[in-house]
């Protein structure tokens, strides 16, 4: 038998939990629209929350990793035989390739020689173990356990052993995030070579991306090799990131060269462009001498 | 809410926390990243669906949305929409607990699978509301039999492991009757 004040207290939880409900819901469509709006505290919030939570789970992958490590050790013992035949065979064509590549060496030393060629911008890295990935169909990412204490700074290409794996869209102090090149909103400048034609390399949520905004098919062919073209000057240019391949509706796409089934440690890069000098207000002069070079007359002719 | 805050009820309250925790921790362990590999299962409903079922008490509204929350956050998920979705289906299945009690498993792993499609249409919505991109269908299909299995699972670790289940519950209302 239930009294009334039973029932009075039961209707004042039900409104309770109504009004948190309504709370939860605004609150959820207010972050929903912020992160629709680019807004950087969705942003930083992630980064906080993986910052603060990121030891811990380094703590519980650890057991995972044991576990997959073993399935990849036995899954490798099953391919010794046949990697064994492809490695023979790669040996045999890159004895070949060996002596080309020691010959277009000096050759190359030499028209540098001639040239005056520039040395390359001062490029450094740090190295990342990824500890978390998205695990959802919803985005492509992956969240490495080096941040900005470590120098990492948005924008910055991550690459392993092969080639590009992506860039860092966020970074917190201990942890950075990647957006792969794989997902739906990578989009990265590139050049094909040998011919040196131009393009946007864009994610779709396949393993092969797509080529956009080719300036050129001519002198183009399947095979060619696609690196980073260094334009906006956020990515060194000339990093590997893979081979090009047509498909059977006629749009050229990317095998990447990066390794995304075997990725456990990303090289997070550092990279400083060459300095360009494009107006004078850099240079330290005094008053008089900065006038003359506004004015293009030396101050010695005045006298 | 509706209980007073005592001790053993404190005590499921953080069990429910940490396991919240280790189900992201598994959700977002780095197993495949490769633009073809399987989504992860969502550990982290199957465990809140069960719960609601069978511990109401200890899986409070604001404690689901906190750590469907930090989910969204931690997996790049937007924000908000897979948090709302899981507070919405555990309040679901709290409310309609009662008509679960006396219903063999399998088809309250239909219902809960039932449930968890309509939570993945929802956030399809959602984003397609906002004009994201919203994810592809085929890799919603794969997250929603991959956690519908895993519902399985979770529902026996819990009721062997950690002895949650309805006997409590159809005692008291057997009593009753």
Same mark, same amino acid.
């Given at each position: 038998?239930?009294?009334?004040?039973?029932?009075?207290?039961?209707?004042?939880?039900?409104?309770?939990?109504?009004?948190?409900?309504?709370?939860?819901?605004?609150?959820?469509?207010?972050?929903?629209?912020?992160?629709?709006?680019?807004?950087?505290?969705?942003?930083?919030?992630?980064?906080?929350?993986?910052?603060?939570?990121?030891?811990?789970?380094?703590?519980?992958?650890?057991? /995972?990793?044991? #576990?997959?490590?073993?399935?990849?050790?036995?899954?490798? @013992? !099953? %391919?010794?035989? =046949? $990697?064994? +035949?492809?490695?023979?065979?790669?040996?045999?064509?890159?004895?070949?390739?060996?002596?080309?590549?020691?010959?277009?060496?000096?050759?190359?030393?030499?028209?540098?020689?001639?040239?005056?060629?520039?040395?390359?911008?001062?490029?450094?890295?740090?190295?990342?173990?990824?500890?978390?990935?998205?695990?959802?169909?919803?985005?492509?990412?992956?969240?490495?356990?080096?941040?900005?204490?470590?120098?990492?700074?948005?924008?910055?290409?991550?690459?392993?052993?092969?080639?590009?794996?992506?860039?860092?869209?966020?970074?917190?102090?201990?942890?950075?995030?990647?957006?792969?090149?794989?997902?739906?909103?990578?989009?990265?400048?590139?050049?094909?070579?040998?011919?040196?034609?131009?393009? /946007?390399?864009? #994610?779709?949520?396949?393993?092969?991306?797509?080529?956009? @905004? !080719? %300036?050129?098919? =001519? $002198?183009? +062919?399947?095979?060619?090799?696609?690196?980073?073209?260094?334009?906006?000057?956020?990515?060194?240019?000339?990093?590997?990131?893979?081979?090009?391949?047509?498909?059977?509706?006629?749009?050229?796409?990317?095998?990447?060269?990066?390794?995304?089934?075997?990725?456990?440690?990303?090289?997070?890069?550092?990279?400083?462009?060459?300095?360009?000098?494009?107006?004078?207000?850099?240079?330290?002069?005094?008053?008089?001498?900065?006038?003359?070079?506004?004015?293009?007359?030396?101050?010695?002719?005045?006298? | 809410?509706?209980?007073?805050?005592?001790?053993?009820?404190?005590?499921?309250?953080?069990?429910?926390?940490?396991?919240?925790?280790?189900?992201?921790?598994?959700?977002?362990?780095?197993?495949?990243?490769?633009?073809?590999?399987?989504?992860?299962?969502?550990?982290?409903?199957?465990?809140?669906?069960?719960?609601?079922?069978?511990?109401?008490?200890?899986?409070?509204?604001?404690?689901?949305?906190?750590?469907?929350?930090?989910?969204?956050?931690?997996?790049?998920?937007?924000?908000?929409?897979?948090?709302?979705?899981?507070?919405?289906?555990?309040?679901?299945?709290?409310?309609?607990?009662?008509?679960?009690?006396?219903?063999?498993?399998?088809?309250?792993?239909?219902?809960?699978?039932?449930?968890?499609?309509?939570?993945?249409?929802?956030?399809?919505?959602?984003?397609?509301?906002?004009?994201?991109?919203?994810?592809?269908?085929?890799?919603?299909?794969?997250?929603?039999?991959?956690?519908?299995?895993?519902?399985?699972?979770?529902?026996?670790?819990?009721?062997?492991?950690?002895?949650?289940?309805?006997?409590?519950?159809?005692?008291?209302?057997?009593?009753?009757?």
């Amino acid at each position: 038998m239930r009294t009334s004040g039973d029932l009075s207290e039961r209707g004042l939880n039900r409104t309770i939990n109504r009004v948190l409900l309504g709370l939860i819901v605004v609150i959820s469509l207010v972050l929903l629209i912020l992160w629709r709006m680019d807004n950087p505290r969705v942003e930083r919030l992630r980064m906080v929350l993986a910052d603060a939570l990121l030891p811990s789970m380094s703590w519980t992958n650890a057991p /995972i990793d044991v #576990g997959s490590n073993m399935l990849r050790d036995y899954e490798n @013992f !099953l %391919e010794v035989y =046949e $990697q064994n +035949r492809q490695l023979r065979r790669e040996i045999q064509r890159l004895q070949a390739w060996r002596e080309t590549a020691r010959q277009l060496e000096e050759e190359n030393a030499q028209l540098r020689a001639l040239n005056k060629v520039r040395l390359a911008p001062r490029t450094t890295f740090v190295t990342g173990d990824i500890v978390a990935d998205s695990g959802g169909p919803f985005l492509q990412s992956a969240l490495v356990n080096v941040g900005r204490l470590d120098g990492v700074r948005d924008g910055s290409a991550a690459v392993d052993g092969n080639g590009v794996v992506g860039r860092v869209v966020g970074v917190g102090e201990r942890a950075t995030r990647l957006l792969l090149l794989t997902d739906f909103s990578s989009r990265l400048p590139v050049v094909i070579q040998p011919s040196g034609r131009r393009a /946007i390399l864009a #994610g779709d949520g396949t393993s092969a991306p797509m080529i956009q @905004f !080719l %300036e050129s098919e =001519e $002198q183009v +062919r399947p095979g060619n090799l696609v690196e980073t073209s260094g334009d906006g000057g956020v990515f060194p240019p000339n990093l590997p990131v893979g081979r090009l391949v047509t498909t059977n509706r006629k749009d050229w796409r990317v095998i990447l060269s990066a390794d995304f089934s075997r990725l456990e440690f990303v090289r997070l890069i550092r990279y400083e462009p060459d300095t360009q000098i494009d107006q004078p207000g850099g240079l330290i002069v005094d008053g008089a001498d900065q006038s003359a070079l506004e004015t293009g007359v030396p101050t010695g002719a005045e006298e | 809410m509706a209980d007073t805050l005592t001790l053993p009820l404190i005590l499921r309250m953080l069990g429910f926390t940490l396991l919240g925790f280790v189900a992201i921790s598994m959700e977002i362990a780095p197993l495949g990243l490769t633009a073809n590999a399987m989504p992860s299962p969502d550990i982290l409903f199957c465990l809140t669906a069960y719960c609601a079922l069978r511990r109401p008490e200890a899986v409070p509204m604001l404690l689901v949305f906190a750590l469907g929350l930090s989910r969204d956050l931690l997996t790049d998920a937007p924000p908000g929409a897979g948090a709302l979705t899981l507070v919405l289906a555990a309040v679901f299945l709290m409310e309609a607990r009662g008509w679960f009690i006396h219903r063999p498993f399998w088809m309250e792993w239909l219902c809960v699978t039932i449930i968890f499609a309509a939570t993945l249409a929802v956030q399809w919505l959602l984003l397609a509301a906002t004009f994201a991109r919203p994810a592809v269908a085929q890799d919603l299909a794969w997250l929603l039999i991959i956690t519908a299995g895993s519902y399985v699972f979770v529902a026996l670790l819990l009721r062997v492991f950690l002895q949650v289940g309805y006997a409590d519950e159809k005692t008291r209302l057997g009593s009753q009757s």
